[in-house]
């Protein structure tokens, strides 16, 4: 059973050799181990594997799923060591793809979001979250980039920010509006001035109510906080800090169509702002909502020799 943790170690190391972060795979695929451990079988089997994958038992199919794709990955790179090692096949739980649907933030919820922010404790507390959701709501960054902000990462002086680790390993360029780019003024000249060692002992951009760097679990409790007190959170309404993310991808592609621009032009330089592989990533966002539909459809009804 050693052996097959030393090879669970390497493929890790491996894969994440080639680029890929495989945080889930390293989170779950111990769990794996140990389960055929518990079970006293040194070869990975269908049969185990897909018992494992429904662990625990009261999670949803698609965790289920994402469990069993890790567990096929490892199969995958295990058998070619080990002929005894069996690949659980695909969709064992459905093909895992649904997706939750999004919360579209209008303007004025994203102002009262930021109002809301703006009356945290302490004040620097309160200058860093409205800031923080503010550059989310403009941009579509995801939270793990404007957490992993380095100060040398945002240009103020050019109004562009550098993401050196997305998602995907690659490094991109972020033009910021300049109301963007003032508001990222404001906030530094405060930060610095409420707590001048936030950048020796952070030396991110955005920093807590401590001058430390910020949690991803604090930014997603602060965030549970305000828009529960917005009442925009309730027993069956949840926005997720990714919303804000859907939200301006959708609202950039309500303009486009607005302007009556070439919106299969536009989306492959959508797709690399938000820092997606190919446009692919960036279609989700089109059925995301019935106005994009609806427009999408009307685009197509006004085309020259298109049936009355």
Known sequence: ???????????????????????????????????????????????????????????????????????????????????????????????????PRPYLWSDAEIRVLLQAARGLRPPLRAATYEAFFGLLAATGMRLSEATG????????????????????????????????????????????????AAKRRAGTFFVSGVGTALLASSVHWTFSTLTTSMGLRTATLRPR??????????????????????VTAGLPVLSNYLGHVDPKGTYWYLSATPELMALAAARLEARPGAQP
């Open 149 to 196: 902000l380095a100060r040398s990462d945002v240009d103020l002086t050019k109004g562009v920010i550098t993401i050196r680790e997305p998602k995907f390993g690659r490094t991109r360029l972020v033009p910021l509006h300049p109301s963007t780019t003032a508001a990222l003024i404001s906030y530094s000249a405060r930060r610095d001035r409420l707590c001048p």
């Open 241 to 262: 800090i990714h919303d804000l993310r859907h939200s301006f991808a959708v609202r950039t592609l309500v303009e486009l169509y607005g302007l009556g621009a070439d």
């Open 1 to 99: 059973m050693k052996d097959l943790r030393c090879h669970m170690d390497d493929y890790l190391a491996l894969r994440r050799a080639l680029g890929f972060k495989l945080e889930h795979e390293g989170h779950v695929l111990p769990k794996l181990a140990t389960y055929l451990e518990q079970k006293g079988s040194p070869v990975l089997t269908a049969e185990l594997a897909v018992e494992w994958a429904q662990l625990p038992r009261h999670a949803s199919a698609i965790t289920w799923s994402h469990r069993l794709v890790a567990a096929r990955g490892f199969a995958t790179y295990l058998r070619a060591i080990d002929p005894r090692t069996q690949v659980p096949p695909r969709h064992v739980f459905g093909t895992g793809t649904r997706r």
